[in-house]
């Protein structure tokens, strides 16, 4: 069931795991479970992830160094307040854009039941829960909400009749930030990624459903820059950045304009 937003916070089920030791770890995490520390620095305090969160959270130094950027990033008017996670997943992204205090709203979307109460829970670890607002949905869904005629599209303001008050958005204020499943780990084996290839979403799909908005995509490191750069129109200079810990990249973000 989708709840637009969530009111309280979700029970943590049996598949919201810490693991402490890594005899009970399955075998496919234990490699991550090893950089737990790097993924999530208070992990011993109880972070709590699915074990598919584990395939895609964003390691914790990144995920600070991209909240940062963000800002730097929005070069038009007026100033951005508003900033959507679009898949939420365990948490780490949006625990970083809460915790860098420069967001007067963040919204955290996740489809999953039990990762989303994975992350309401680690970021109550951090300090942060109350300050995100938590929606349990389809992010493409809760997109194509805003845009729905009559929403004040024309004005730059997404206020959808079939959303809740609190989730009304001024298009013109809001940036978007999409970190989807990439569709396993087959990226890795590939010098350059087909980002039509993409699962669930592709690269062409996602960017059409955050039009009219400023998104940031995150990328697989190997992403076809050439596939990016022709979602904007010739002329159009946008930037793409590496995000690296201890000298490897773990990710690219391309920084895409409104429109």
Known sequence: MTRWPVEGTLPLTEQCHHYEDINEVPSDLQKYWHQRYSIFNFYDYDIRMTDAAWFGVTPEPVATQIAKDIPSHNHSTPRKDTIIDLFAGAGGNTIAFALSEKWKRVIAIEKDAATLACAQHNAAIYGVADAITWV?????????????????????????????????????????????????????????????TMEPYNLETLHEACRPMEHALYLPRTSDLRQIAELVPDGTKIEVVQYCMEGASKAMVAYMPAE
């Open 136 to 196: 349990h949905g389809d992010s493409l869904d809760f997109l194509a909400r805003l845009k729905i005629p009559g929403s004040g599209k024309s004005k730059g303001k997404g206020k959808a009749l079939e959303l809740d008050p609190s989730l009304w958005v001024d298009f013109s204020r809001t940036v978007l930030f999409a970190s989807p499943p990439w569709g396993g780990v087959s990226y890795r084996g590939q010098d350059v990624f087909d980002l039509s």
